[in-house]
């Protein structure tokens, strides 16, 4: 069964940092682009960020670019944002991705994905 899952979430101040995980099963992350997307309340979902499949290249929004990093472990299969100094516009629910064989990561199109995971929340306040 294909399965994307998402974990580390949760509520955290202005500043302050976390890590989401995107684990994969039934599948292996290393033949896809992976994205992760955010859809804050009463707004669409965007792509903010995607890592390669080939050489590890990232995209990342203007929104987020040098607050958040995306990597990924092929050998536990899974995907990581780390996201620092965070803003409360950041609150949303974060999915990861995976993309469709020769879709693009600049910018991640939420019409190339092929797999969602289920999401997780992320809310910024103080």
């Known amino acids: 069964q294909v399965q994307l899952v998402e974990s580390g979430g949760g509520l955290v101040q202005p500043g302050g940092s976390l890590r989401l995980s995107c684990a994969a099963s039934?599948?292996?992350?290393?033949?896809?682009?992976v994205g992760w997307f955010r859809q804050a309340p009463g707004k669409e979902r965007e792509g903010v960020s995607c890592?390669?499949?080939?050489?590890?290249?990232?995209y990342y929004a203007e929104a987020v670019k040098g607050r958040f990093t995306i990597s990924r472990d092929n050998a536990k299969n899974t995907v990581y944002l780390q996201m620092i100094s965070m803003k409360p516009e950041d609150t949303a629910v974060y999915y990861c991705?995976?993309?469709?064989?020769?879709?693009?990561?600049?910018?991640?199109?939420?019409?190339?994905?092929?797999?969602w995971g289920k999401g997780t929340l992320v809310t910024v306040t103080s």
């Open positions: 991705a995976a993309m469709k064989w020769g879709s693009s990561c600049f910018p991640p199109a939420i019409s190339a994905v092929d797999y």
């Open positions: 039934g599948f292996s992350l290393d033949y896809y682009n």
């Open positions: 890592i390669s499949k080939s050489d590890g290249g990232t």
